[in-house]
């Protein structure tokens, strides 16, 4: 594949432009740059085009962001040993570049020549590679054939996008991705290192960004956004931390992963001395991609290991009690899978109600005394979500703690929280967990790589089953997961297994060489150096 042009030559090549400072640096790619049009600067004086100044933007930032998932993609291909899904990111790759998908802002800055003849050889050498590990089912020739016909008729974004699609199935589980992800989590790790902190969790929607915002003497305002009241934080923040923390009014989540604020006690009209750490914490089980969730699960407990000690706060919104607490169900699964020791620490856990009616704040305890009386046979034997159901109405019994972000006194409530007890030796009490649903994926990426390692051993492609078994044993030391392991020694016990099976018959192809007294051919000589010890 034709190398890409040097970072020195790219900028070269474009007029001056203002960086962009990504959210994300460890995600993000250098070779981001952009510049601020004069449509763009009319924003900071709303207009009746605003609107659409500011959709045409967002698609801008979308292109960006494919630039940098191409050349990521490129880095990473860099990595494998030849193999189809080298072939399937290079070919990803190549489209890519020559995709332009805002052709009057978005400036190529990859020139490749002959690029269409690369991808052409790049699809036969493909098709070989998936015969070859036994990978060429028909939904993913179907595939392939799909893409063909976008290619022919130069719809690259739909060609690149069925790719994808093949790349998805042959890799349920982007290893380098989860790694760059997770190396990301630790950041925010190290920023709370030996710090005492508060941890905000709760479903999507639940408002944990919106709260720590209020909480951190951020003004805040209501709006109306699709016909609904959404309230949000208006800049500018006087701590900077608060900027990457984003208050969604859709039902998804704005937090990618664990963000820090600290805040001093005296800032916000407390009265306890010193400071807290509010950290905001991304949803569990939100997201289609498991990379995501399972570097969530395990920067929550790299945190709350570095940390000092930790006060978990679980935000219930007035939807979750009107849904039986089904995202509280799964709340506390996950948490506890974090925490197995549980039992011996719900007097650190504190509960926040959010997005409550005026009329229904005083009747929390009612309603989840009620729900109590109610609970079918299930939920009583699910012992994750009754450990916490009990608990909360234990400690609403005296009223509930209910948040209005528009009429809130920081200072006072972070004054109530430092009063209640915390876990003390945090790095005892968490250990690395992740998701059921990740489990599900990662157990496939498991066997996937399984059938690959023994597939490649069968084919003699040694250099490809030590690939699939690194990444196994990365796998393993990242998650700490015994189902990984498991796989990794089966792989291992059975390449060594094939190889010693291997060194027998070169052996025996050798003496019976000897004692017939026949002539040995250079694929005997080949085949007995390359299995001997």
């Known amino acids: ?184 989590a630790k950041e925010a790790a190290d920023l709370i290192k030996g710090k005492n902190i508060i941890f905000f969790l709760g479903g999507t929607g639940s408002g ?55 805040i001093q006690y005296s800032d916000v009209g407390g009265n306890s001395l010193g400071e807290v750490v509010l950290c905001d914490t991304p949803g569990f089980e939100d997201t289609d991609e498991p990379e995501i969730d399972i570097a969530n699960m395990i920067g929550i407990v790299q945190a709350a290991q570095l940390s000092k000690s930790v006060k978990p706060v679980l935000l219930v919104s007035y939807k979750a009690v009107g849904d039986r607490l089904t995202g509280i169900k799964n709340l506390a699964r996950n948490i506890i899978s974090m925490i197995p020791s549980i039992e011996q620490h719900m007097k650190a856990f504190s509960y926040i109600f959010t997005k409550f009616p005026k009329a229904e704040r005083d009747r929390i305890h009612a309603s989840l005394v009620d729900l109590t009386k109610h609970l079918k046979p299930e939920e009583i034997d699910d012992k994750c979500y009754m450990t916490f159901h009990d608990d909360m109405v234990k400690k609403t019994r005296k009223g509930a703690i209910v948040i209005d972000p528009l009429n809130i006194n920081p200072g006072e409530l972070l004054d109530d929280l430092a009063d209640t007890p915390a876990m003390e030796y945090p790095d005892r009490v968490f250990q690395k967990s992740i998701t059921e649903k990740s489990k599900t994926v990662l157990n496939e990426a498991c066997n996937k790589h399984q059938s690959a390692i023994i597939i490649a051993c069968k084919n003699h492609n040694y250099e490809y089953a030590c690939m699939r078994l690194d990444e196994l044993k990365t796998l393993y030391e990242i998650l700490e997961q015994d189902s990984i392991n498991q796989v990794y020694k089966l792989c291992i016990g059975y390449a060594a297994k094939h190889l010693m099976a291997e060194y027998q018959t070169a052996i025996s192809t050798f003496k019976r060489s000897f004692t017939d007294q026949n002539e040995l051919t250079n694929d005997d000589i080949n085949q007995y150096i390359q299995y001997s010890p």
């Open 208 to 262: 944990k960004s919106t709260i720590i915002h209020a909480l951190a003497g951020s003004k805040m305002e209501a709006k109306e956004v699709n016909g609904l009241c959404h309230i949000s934080p208006v800049g500018p923040f006087k701590n900077r931390a608060l900027e990457a923390m984003t208050s969604n009014p859709n039902a998804e989540s704005g937090t990618r992963s664990i963000t820090p604020v600290t």
């Open 1 to 184: 594949m034709p190398k890409l042009c040097e970072a020195s030559q790219v900028k070269e090549s474009l007029p001056e432009r203002k960086e962009i400072t990504p959210r994300d640096k460890s995600i993000w790619s250098p070779f981001v740059v952009t510049e601020k049009n004069e449509n763009e600067k009319s924003l900071d004086n709303p207009s009746p085009h605003a609107e659409k100044i500011r959709n045409h933007n967002t698609q801008f930032v979308s292109g960006v962001k494919r630039v940098e998932y191409i050349n990521f993609l490129y880095e990473d291909s860099k990595l494998l040993v030849p193999c189809a899904e080298q072939s399937l990111m290079k070919l990803i790759c190549q489209i890519g570049m020559i995709y332009n998908p805002l052709e009057l802002q978005f400036r190529k800055v990859f020139h490749i020549p002959n690029i269409e003849e690369e991808i052409d050889k790049g699809i036969v050498t493909l098709k070989q590679q998936l015969k070859t590990e036994e990978l060429d089912s028909r939904d993913i020739t179907i595939l392939i054939d799909r893409a063909c016909v976008y290619i022919r008729h130069k719809n690259w974004i739909e060609a690149m996008q069925e790719f994808e699609k093949i790349l998805k199935r042959l890799r349920p589980l982007n290893i380098r991705y989860l790694i760059r992800l997770i190396d990301k």
